[in-house]
């Protein structure tokens, strides 16, 4: 009977305690991604163009900010995709934005499983669902509306398909590898393609066919999955210009200078790739050793000593067996994740990092590798050389020697951790090194066991403890910023009870929150009310209702009132869209009737409330030539204050509602009343 290679093969026949353990780990992790989840609130930027996407298909189609599809994101929305159709199906509310991250973080930790139990048998799946689902970084973000959500899930998915075509010497499973890396790249665009090099290569390295043939494959996986990839974006740049929206992140209208200029290269080399915004406006993470920074590695650098051993022994295991013309495909396994890591690792340190969550591309590598260097330190136990059998205890010591140090750069461990940590990890090095190093009587499989799996808990407690911070809301991360835990800094907590002048160092105290607690979802401001209602009294149902500002001023609109509501200037503010010309021509026609502006006397072009004299369309058409100002917003904001008419501020605001530091314009021929 033909064995069977398939991902899902892998859950046959476990036995039923493998079966147990994954549940719990599973569940474990479903519940930490899930239990604020009601309050897992709103990216201003993502979740308003999640609404949008949820409200027209128009948008949907494009991955439109607004909800009439004047501007995409600065970046592919495949990402919100899952969100978009949730919010149909569930309604628009904060879970519902989040439920779809929490689902791909629970396939992601059995994907994780199923990798490395195929590899190097359960107890490596095991380990790795487990270091997966205690990654502080993941249990944040799983629960929030990011791209790396879905790019983690699809990457794992892609590895573990090509591990099935390596296993079982058919190209359906490759072809399934090249799909999910295309979907990762729709979620996060060019990161997904880190992985392309480790599955060509390690396809490459071993199979069951010549070596004329693994290439031609390889290279097969790549053209699949580098033209699936393409071809969203493709299809939206064939679209002509009038009849889509506008493409931000770009000054071209063009969506390859957004993804891979804005997006892309020019994070590493700046101004490489033309047509696309410059993004000196973002903030990042700075240095080639970003990855060393306590922030970085308290959210997914716990098992960094753990995933280097494990690259090693792979290489070494590749090597060994290829010299002896044994069957090399685990060792292979092996080198295409150290592959993975290190591609990820190099592009990481170069790039520009402006969130946490993109060190998630590190996760799914770092909890794999670390378990196999444990598996195989704990086959070692049993190897007649000294050295070898040293291996498993020696790699504990420095893993926990790494942890203690993460522990203290912290700032936020308490004692009694430090001391737990401490105690498991050196302690079990120290009795394994004696017992089997040094051959002191003949010990017993059970202690063995037992200092085995004590070595693995003190391993895990630290990261396990970060990510079940999480159960209190304020260390469970922001929508823009997967985080879990204490900041770098804040004072000792969660084991010990603060004292109260550590409270007040970090002005909150551990408190489990409320699981699945459903807040009221939010609403317009009086005064954001009184202002729709004003202008639908004037221009009734028609839209957009109004152009404003900036996207930050539109988002309230759009997200917590469902209300067509068209930016200016895109995500950075420099994207020409509309142009002057294409809002006079706007205005002209009666599409756009109200614009709703910002501090004007910055602009130093005229005084709040003063009324400017009405003028005609045509008018007002010819006024953009005679507007100074630069490009993008600033040209568009200042024909509105030079064309417009102040709508004074008694017509839609009372004593007890009002916009402060924001100003309503009438655009058409219509009377301020």
């Given at each position: 009977m033909k064995r069977r290679h398939g991902v899902l093969a892998v859950f046959h026949g476990q036995p039923w305690p493998v079966t147990a353990a994954l549940a719990v780990i599973v569940l474990a992790a479903g519940v930490l991604m899930s239990w604020n989840i009601g309050s897992a609130g709103y990216s201003p930027f993502y979740s308003t163009a999640a609404r949008s996407m949820s409200m027209s298909w128009r948008a949907f189609a494009f991955g439109a900010f607004d909800p009439g599809a004047t501007i995409t994101l600065d970046k592919l929305s495949g990402f919100l995709v899952p969100q978009a159709l949730a919010a149909r199906i569930f309604g628009y509310h904060a879970w519902s934005m989040a439920l779809p991250q929490v689902i791909e973080g629970m396939v992601t930790v059995v994907t994780v499983f199923a990798i490395g139990t195929r590899w190097k048998g359960a107890s490596a799946g095991i380990i790795a669902a487990s270091g997966l689902a205690t990654t502080p970084l993941l249990v944040s973000m799983f629960g929030r509306v990011m791209e790396d959500g879905l790019l983690t899930m699809s990457l794992a998915l892609a590895f573990a398909c090509w591990q099935s075509a390596i296993l079982g010497g058919r190209v359906g499973p490759l072809l399934w590898s090249g799909f999910w890396v295309a979907i990762g790249f729709q979620a996060k665009m060019m990161q997904a393609w880190f992985i392309l090099p480790a599955l060509a290569i390690g396809y490459i390295l071993v199979g069951d066919v010549t070596l004329l043939s693994r290439i031609r494959r390889a290279v097969l996986l790549g053209v699949v999955a580098i033209a699936l990839s393409l071809t969203w974006m493709t299809a939206i740049q064939f679209v002509p210009a009038a009849d889509r929206p506008y493409i931000d992140g770009s000054t071209n209208n063009n969506v390859f200078s957004m993804v891979f200029g804005y997006n892309g290269f020019n994070r590493i080399v700046p101004n490489l790739i033309p047509g696309a915004v410059g993004d000196a406006h973002l903030k990042s993470f700075a240095g080639p050793l970003k990855l060393l920074l306590p922030e970085v590695t308290t959210q997914v650098g716990w098992l960094y000593p753990l995933a280097f051993g494990g690259m090693l022994i792979g290489l070494h295991q590749f090597l060994v067996r290829r010299h002896r013309n044994r069957d090399s495909k685990d060792a292979v396994t092996s080198v295409a994740m150290s592959i993975w890591l290190a591609t990820a690792v190099a592009l990481i340190s170069i790039g520009q990092v402006p969130h946490t969550a993109y060190f998630a591309a590190l996760s799914v590598q770092i909890a794999l590798l670390s378990a196999g260097a444990l598996v195989d330190g704990i086959a070692l136990l049993e190897s007649p050389s000294r050295l070898a059998r040293a291996a498993l205890p020696g790699l504990l010591a420095v893993e926990t020697s790494w942890v203690l140090v993460l522990l203290a750069e912290s700032g936020s461990a308490a004692p009694s951790?430090?001391?737990?940590?401490?105690?498991?990890?050196?302690?079990?090095?120290?009795?394994?090194?004696?017992?089997?190093?040094?051959?002191?009587?003949?010990?017993?499989?059970?202690?063995?066991?037992?200092?085995?799996?004590?070595?693995?808990?003190?391993?895990?407690?630290?990261?396990?403890?970060?990510?079940?911070?999480?159960?209190?809301?304020?260390?469970?991360?922001?929508?823009?910023?997967?985080?879990?835990?204490?900041?770098i800094g804040e004072a000792a907590w969660l084991v010990s009870a603060p004292s109260s002048e550590s409270a007040a160092v970090r002005g909150h105290i551990f408190a489990v929150g409320a699981p699945y607690a459903i807040p009221n979802d939010p609403g317009l401001?009086?005064?954001?009310?009184?202002?729709?209602?004003?202008?639908?009294?004037?221009?009734?149902?028609?839209?957009?209702?109004?152009?404003?500002?900036?996207?930050?001023?539109?988002?309230?609109?759009?997200?917590?009132?469902?209300?067509?509501?068209?930016?200016?200037?895109?995500?950075?503010?420099?994207?020409?869209?509309?142009?002057?010309?294409?809002?006079?021509?706007?205005?002209?026609?009666?599409?756009?009737?109200?614009?709703?502006?910002?501090?004007?006397?910055?602009?130093?072009?005229?005084?709040?409330?003063?009324?400017?004299?009405?003028?005609?369309?045509?008018?007002?058409?010819?006024?953009?030539?005679?507007?100074?100002?630069?490009?993008?917003?600033?040209?568009?904001?200042?024909?509105?204050?030079?064309?417009?008419?102040?709508?004074?501020?008694?017509?839609?605001?009372?004593?007890?509602?009002?916009?402060?530091?924001?100003?309503?314009?009438?655009?058409?021929?219509?009377?301020?009343?």
């Open positions: 951790l430090i001391v737990s940590v401490a105690l498991l990890g050196f302690l079990s090095a120290a009795f394994l090194a004696k017992i089997l190093v040094r051959r002191v009587g003949q010990p017993s499989v059970l202690l063995v066991r037992g200092l085995v799996a004590a070595g693995i808990l003190g391993v895990l407690l630290a990261p396990t403890v970060w990510s079940a911070s999480t159960v209190d809301h304020a260390y469970a991360g922001l929508p823009t910023d997967a985080y879990a835990g204490p900041r401001s009086g005064a954001q009310k009184s202002l729709v209602a004003y202008i639908r009294s004037q221009i009734g149902n028609r839209s957009p209702l109004v152009a404003t500002e900036t996207w930050r001023s539109a988002a309230p609109y759009i997200l917590k009132g469902g209300l067509d509501v068209m930016p200016i200037g895109g995500f950075s503010g420099s994207v020409p869209s509309p142009t002057v010309t294409q809002f006079a021509q706007r205005v002209a026609s009666g599409t756009v009737e109200f614009a709703l502006l910002g501090d004007i006397p910055r602009f130093e072009v005229v005084p709040l409330r003063v009324i400017v004299p009405a003028r005609t369309a045509a008018a007002r058409v010819g006024l953009q030539n005679n507007v100074a100002g630069g490009a993008g917003r600033t040209a568009v904001v200042n024909w509105i204050v030079n064309a417009c008419t102040v709508v004074p501020a008694d017509v839609y605001e009372s004593d007890r509602h009002s916009l402060p530091g924001q100003t309503l314009y009438r655009c058409g021929n219509g009377p301020v009343v």
